[in-house]
């Protein structure tokens, strides 16, 4: 399928493999994934009623996925009716061909561009380019990832396996290439660097006619969308251009304005670890002499269909992209984004990526194996994605074949071949998940030390703790995973 | 392009089969079992707790008489070394009586790099939220348009306490109108992608000061 921008990676297991080496990316990943969680953890413990906020989240999406088309269509209507023009694209194809002409249409040659993975799963930047528009990112984050011709590798901290001697370098070597250069003897000290970014953009978001930007949420009752941002690059990207495209998943809709409340909760705290991001921009179409004055929305299914069609694996769409379950994932601490070959890292992207793009090529197969089912992922996801049953669900697929959709249609995989011992603790895995007991008892206690954990924090994690978002101790630890799963047979060193 | 629009939809309505026709309706579909506000304040306890939140995500906060607003806004212009400010069209000239920066008021015809050669900009605001430190622009003429609250790199922005301040993230919403463009500030821009390093600015605002006024 088309939009594969992640074409060549090797399968999980050798990328992991490779990863788990490099001493640097892991110092880097370990730092910023307990950082991040140690913050979260205060930041929920304020709110006295996380799982109700979490659950009212959970039911939301829920009930939104299972009326998609009526609040689709619903959506249409208002963001219509405000001004707007709504766009529809079955695949990544599409979605960079309606892109590319709206561009065009415009006569420019470049946009800048606000973070959004939607954008990065179809390879928007590369399809532009090819027709000779440049596309800038503009946040810092995103902004080290492209001048250093590498990849993001989390979902919020996308150049988190950077450190800032690397980013000085990027910076001295690459900024001229593209506009203002570094300025000279730039230190590495994060204030100077955030400085050399914000006059290298500048330039360009004072110039830029055409922004492209995603969104976190869109409200189908009023044609509204959202975009949570902490540097102010998405409000330059959504007000000094004279034209915006946001490219949107279908799956991103919430019914009314109400029910922002709930996500305008979970969202800061699960992601950023703050009560609020600073910055919160809405636009519902467009306003007399204020921003763009032509919006175009883009819908994108790209497999989402297939996705919702599947009634376990549809739960991943409720997914806010908040990365919380990478930040606790002890696999991914330790094999870092780039592993899972895909836009979507960490646990989320081992169920997301295998069901929008398919199992039947060797990275999507081996996704559903890259986690050790400990659950921390299922304990923090704000919107309470069982991350561990789809997992199982789609290891399942994997061993066993059994029937799937694909781009709208029923097809029946063929059993994977070579995967005998899978199949094996596949018997296992399903008769555990038929047992729901034996499951809590033994999948998700099974580490030796984790029972000598407290699963509830005194003091002020108490509250925290007591809603279950403990990031638990691994089930067990990566290494004897690893030695049990694929170390055995994918040594390559 | 409305074949994609009709195959998506037809998609979407396959892969809900399981879904029955006539499943509960928006309304009762789930319950609203979460607070509409965390715990009891009384309303200067709330806007306390404001000032305190705001503080907290470094921005800076000031209070002040409706008597001494002007004075106020004057001393944080000087302060600054401001040399032009930007002004939106609405906002009570009261405000600005007492400071002799020049005045720049705000216009659709501004091009964006003369909005980058002004220092300041003052504003009034749409409603605050005192449990997350955050205030709501909402375009109205005491607001502007929103990007001059951004390409400047100091925003002063008046909060009337306490008929401003709401305590939680539920009734903020309900105090806004989704038809109108919002922007919620929580303190000044920061980035901590840099090894997680908090820096304040990268591209909004660098500094944030917020004036809590009261009386009238
Ligand atoms: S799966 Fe849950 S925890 Fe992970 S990014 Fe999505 S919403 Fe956040």
């Known amino acids: 399928m088309s939009g594969g921008t992640f074409v060549g990676m090797p399968a999980f297991p050798k990328a992991a493999h490779e990863a788990v080496h490099n001493q640097t990316l892991r110092g880097n990943l370990r730092h910023a994934t307990h950082t991040i969680r140690a913050k979260r953890a205060n930041a929920v413990a304020e709110v006295s009623d996380w799982a109700e906020l979490r659950e009212a989240g959970k039911q939301i999406k829920d009930h939104t996925l299972r009326h998609l088309d009526r609040y689709l269509v619903q959506l249409e209507e208002s963001v219509t009716a405000a001004g707007g023009t709504v766009h529809w694209a079955a695949d990544a194809d599409e979605a960079n061909r309606i892109v590319t002409y709206l561009v065009k249409a415009t006569g420019e040659s470049e946009v800048v561009k606000v973070k959004s993975m939607a954008t990065q799963e179809i390879g928007l930047n590369e399809a532009l380019e090819a027709e000779g528009i440049n596309a800038y990112e503009t946040d810092l984050a995103e902004l080290i990832v492209q001048l250093g011709k590498d990849r993001p590798s989390h979902i919020l901290v996308p150049a988190i396996h950077r450190n800032r001697g690397e980013i000085r370098e990027i910076f001295t070597r690459e900024m001229s290439e593209w506009g203002r250069p570094a300025p000279e003897g730039l230190t590495d000290t994060p204030a100077e660097l955030a400085d050399a970014a914000r006059l290298h953009l500048r330039e360009k978001f004072l110039r830029a006619k055409v922004g492209v930007s995603g969104a976190n949420f869109m409200v189908a009752e009023t044609g509204t969308l959202v975009v949570v941002e902490s540097e102010g690059n998405g409000r330059m990207c959504l007000t000094l251009p004279e034209t915006l495209i946001s490219v949107v998943g279908i799956e991103k809709i919430v019914p009314t304005w109400q029910d922002l409340e709930v996500f305008l909760q979970t969202l800061p705290r699960s992601s950023t670890a703050e009560r609020m991001n600073p910055y919160t921009s809405t636009w519902t179409g467009t306003t007399d002499e204020d921003g763009p004055q032509s919006f175009h929305l883009v819908l994108i299914d790209n497999g989402r269909t297939d996705t919702l069609a599947d009634e376990v694996g549809r739960q991943a769409l409720r997914c806010i992209r908040c990365s919380a379950c990478l930040n606790v994932c002890p696999v991914y601490e330790r094999a870092g984004g780039h592993a899972y070959g895909s836009v979507y890292p960490g646990p989320i992207g081992a169920i997301l990526s295998p069901q929008l793009r398919g199992i039947d090529n060797e990275i999507d197969a081996s996704l559903p194996y890259a986690s050790s089912l400990c659950g921390a992922c299922y304990d923090v996801c704000p919107v309470a994605i069982d991350i561990p049953e789809v997992l199982v669900h789609l290891r399942e697929r994997v061993v066993q074949g059994g029937a799937v959709t694909r781009e709208g249609a029923k097809v029946v995989l063929k059993p994977a071949k070579g995967h005998a011992a899978e199949r094996a603790a596949m018997r296992a895995a399903r008769w555990a998940f038929s047992h729901p007991g034996a499951l809590r008892t033994g999948q998700r206690m099974a580490s030796r030390t984790r029972r000598f954990h407290p699963r509830s924090l005194p003091g002020p994690g108490k509250a925290w703790s007591e809603t279950r978002s403990l990031p638990a101790v691994p089930a067990e630890p990566f290494r004897d995973w690893w030695q049990r799963t694929q170390g055995g047979k994918d040594t390559s060193k | ?216």
Do not use: K
Request: aromatic share 2%; net charge negative; proline share 7%.
């Open chain 2, 1 to 216: 392009m409305s074949g994609s629009r009709d195959l998506i939809l037809a998609r979407v309505r396959r892969a809900l089969a399981d879904v029955p026709p006539d499943d509960t309706p928006y309304e009762q579909a789930f319950e609203r079992p979460y607070l509409r506000e965390h715990g009891h304040r009384s309303v200067a306890e709330t806007v306390d707790l404001l000032a305190e939140n705001l503080a907290d995500y470094r921005a800076l906060v000031h209070r002040c008489t409706a008597g001494e607003l002007a004075a106020t806004i004057a001393r944080l212009l000087a302060e600054r070394g401001s040399a032009a400010v930007s002004v939106p069209t609405g906002l009570d000239p009261r405000w600005l009586a007492a400071t002799e920066v020049t005045q720049v008021p705000d216009s659709a015809a501004n091009t964006p790099a003369e909005l980058d050669r002004v220092d300041s900009v003052v504003t009034a605001c749409a409603v605050a939220i005192a449990e997350t430190g955050t205030i709501v622009l909402d375009g109205g003429p005491d607001q502007g348009r929103r990007r001059i609250t951004l390409v400047p790199d100091h925003h002063i922005c008046v909060v009337r306490v306490p008929d401003q301040v709401v305590s939680s993230v539920p009734q903020g919403l309900e105090r806004v109108d989704p038809a109108r463009p919002l922007t919620w500030i929580s303190g000044p821009s920061a980035t901590s992608d840099i090894e997680l390093d908090r820096v304040e600015g990268v591209h909004g605002p660098r500094t944030l000061e917020v004036v809590l006024v009261s009386g009238e």
